[in-house]
């Protein structure tokens, strides 16, 4: 029998993949990365730590807000109504929130998700366990306290005082992580994957991310099978398939090749 | 009670509304043919039937606040009672039609950042010029710490520079209730209760509710005949309390605004003729709370603008969870824009915001009428 996460944390993943628009179904919640942006004090949907509900929400309210005419004022979505076609209808609404800056970061997915499945399982909020940092002030301090989910990066989850790494992979649970610190061609940014089932020789996981070949709409929140060929190699000797492409031409195994560590960590929270 | 001051006020009512109903007409013609309108580029309302709004003139403000100054002008004017009031309207109220008009004509605003001016302060080669950057550093300091409340920053008058003006006007409404009306004024009517002394904590107070109700007024004005009906209420509760008070001169003027607000809102009801505008707005809330500072019932402003407070208070609170809690409180404030999300009509939120307020005004007169 697989290991699964809590039924509402699947219900979240389950969310990301298909956002829960009232009329289109097939929505997959795209990937947004408030960096280059780098807004402040902004609503925390817009910075790319939203939940599948408050996408959906705002996705509304900007439409109707800014005159968009995707939804009207019931929340319908309101495109392609002479020739509803589901997959135009939901290309539709996909293209709506990329170009509005609606979606998920990859740390954002994992605590949206990680905070309802500590929540189900062991009633603790745990983006307020977090470790945030040492060198925040007061007023960090407090806003951290208010906007707890906003402060959770890799490095945040990454860091020892949070989670505990895992050597071996037959030890593997669901809510750990697989974490990719300094990845990509310019080792710049660093990446999070939750491992959402396992059975001792495939490991699943879900991640926010954005592939290079899927253009400016075909990234968004994704699910992948780790084949564990030999419980005593690494996490790279392993196979890796998403989307139809297994290891060399899988860019999250790309991306997790190029990482200056990569590493299975636990949360404390979790023991 | 005096009967004849109220057959007097009455008479002030008609006259002030017949003349706004002879003239509305003249002012629709001067909006269009100056082209002060509605534009669709920058405006953040819902699809679908507000999209009639665009073109719909602005500035029908200008309707109540020239007829209110001619009539009282004329009729009422002396300098104990009625040269503040409407002298801090008319400030308001330029305020107001200035922002109007760089909305229409203005050009967008260079906004230079705080650390900008740090280093032209540095690097400038004029000695003339790194001394203004000094000069200019403090106000630019100030923009920027209230920026977090504007929204979108347009063209028109920017939150700082109102709040400035805002400010004035308050200062010189305190300054006349301080020093002009005499040791009586320095003390706060409590309901059931009498008088509180207070002393110079009077000039705070009055700033306050000065620049706290004209912005709640003008916030409030985003729905035809929500400002203008919930006005008339506001201003006939204000002509009633004063004329219990035996304050003559200010049920006269009350009673003028009522009139003028009369031919405003008929023409302001759906579809708007034209709507109030800032100009309007920022005016008759600073008079609302003038008015109700100088008849001594300052702490009844919530009970007669309590329409116009909710919908500031929404605001507040929408900008509160935004920039602390990072989620919105209500699906868009101010608060009437969030029933019309959920799926209310402009008449429903209206009429029923209408009926509200009036209950609140009622309240208000009730618990004046306790001394």
């Known amino acids: ?271 | 009670m005096d009967i004849k001051l109220i057959q007097h006020a009455l008479t002030y009512l008609l006259f002030s509304a017949i003349g706004a109903f002879i003239w509305a007409p003249l002012l629709t013609k001067i909006l269009y043919k100056y082209k002060i309108t509605r534009r669709d580029e920058f405006d953040f309302t819902i699809k679908g039937d507000r999209n009639k709004k665009i073109g719909t003139p602005i500035m029908g403000g200008l309707l109540v606040i020239i007829t209110v100054t001619v009539v009282t002008m004329l009729f009422n004017w002396n300098r104990e009672n009625t040269y503040v009031p409407i002298g801090v309207m008319g400030i308001a109220a330029l305020l107001g039609a200035t922002d109007d008009l760089l909305n229409i004509f203005g050009k967008k605003r260079r906004e230079r950042k705080i650390s900008h001016i740090l280093n032209l302060i540095k690097v400038h080669k004029k000695w003339r010029m790194r001394l203004w950057y000094v000069l200019i550093l403090p106000w630019e300091a100030f923009r920027k710490s209230v920026s977090i409340f504007g929204s979108h920053p347009g063209r028109g008058i920017q939150v700082h520079e109102k709040l400035f003006f805002q400010f004035l006007a308050g200062a010189i409404t305190a300054w006349w209730i301080y020093f002009k009306l005499g040791v009586q004024w320095h003390s706060l009517w409590i309901p059931f209760d009498g008088q509180v002394g207070v002393g110079w904590w009077i000039i705070p107070i009055v700033i306050f509710f000065v620049m706290f109700t004209a912005n709640a007024v003008n916030i409030a004005d985003g729905l035809d005949g929500l400002a203008g009906g919930s006005l008339i209420i506001t201003f006939l509760g204000l002509m009633i309390i004063s004329w219990t008070e035996g304050r003559v001169s200010f049920t006269l003027l009350n009673a003028t605004v009522v009139g003028a607000l009369i031919a405003y809102t008929y023409f302001n009801i759906k579809p708007a003729r034209f709507q109030m505008g800032d100009v309007g707005s920022l005016g008759l809330g600073a008079l609302l709370a003038i008015n109700a500072i100088a008849i001594n019932r300052t702490v009844l402003i919530p009970f007669l603008g309590f329409i116009f407070y909710i919908e500031i208070i929404s605001v507040i609170i929408q900008v509160f969870c935004r920039r602390l809690l990072g989620r919105r409180f209500f699906k868009m404030a101010p608060i009437h824009h969030h029933f019309e999300f959920r799926g209310w009509s402009e008449e429903k939120i209206v009429m029923r915001f209408w009926l509200i307020h009036a209950f609140f005004v009622i309240i208000a007169i009730w618990m004046s009428l306790y001394k």
């Open chain 1, 1 to 271: 029998m697989p290991e699964t996460l809590s039924p509402a944390a699947q219900k979240i993943i389950q969310g990301y993949l298909s956002l829960p628009f009232a009329n289109v179904f097939g929505v997959r919640c795209p990937y947004f990365n408030n960096t280059k942006l780098g807004q402040r004090g902004q609503l925390k949907v817009l910075i790319g730590k939203g939940a599948p509900k408050e996408i959906v929400e705002e996705a509304k309210i900007i439409s109707i807000q800014y005159c968009k005419g995707i939804f009207n004022k019931d929340g319908l979505c309101d495109v392609h109504l002479d020739h509803p076609a589901p997959h135009e209808q939901a290309e539709c609404v996909r293209q709506f929130l990329v170009d509005n800056n609606l979606g998920v970061d990859c740390s954002g997915f994992v605590a949206n998700i990680l905070r309802a499945h500590f929540w189900e399982t062991k009633k603790i909020d745990f983006a307020r366990k977090l470790f945030i940092g040492n060198k925040i002030n007061l007023w960090r301090r407090f806003i951290a306290r208010l906007r707890p989910v906003e402060q959770i990066s890799v490095a945040v989850l990454a860091n020892d005082k949070n989670s505990q790494t895992i050597n071996n992979l037959a030890e593997v649970k669901p809510g750990d992580l697989i974490i990719m610190l300094k990845t990509g061609p310019n080792k710049n940014h660093n990446h999070a994957l939750l491992i959402t089932e396992t059975d001792g020789r495939k490991v699943k996981y879900a991640h926010a991310r954005a592939w290079s070949g899927e253009g400016k709409y075909g990234h968004g929140a994704a699910e992948g099978i780790i084949t564990v060929n030999d419980l005593n190699q690494g996490l790279l000797a392993q196979t890796w398939e998403e989307k139809g492409s297994v290891n060399q031409d899988n860019e999250t195994y790309v991306e997790a090749k190029q990482a200056e560590i990569l590493t299975i960590k636990r949360l404390w929270i979790s023991n």
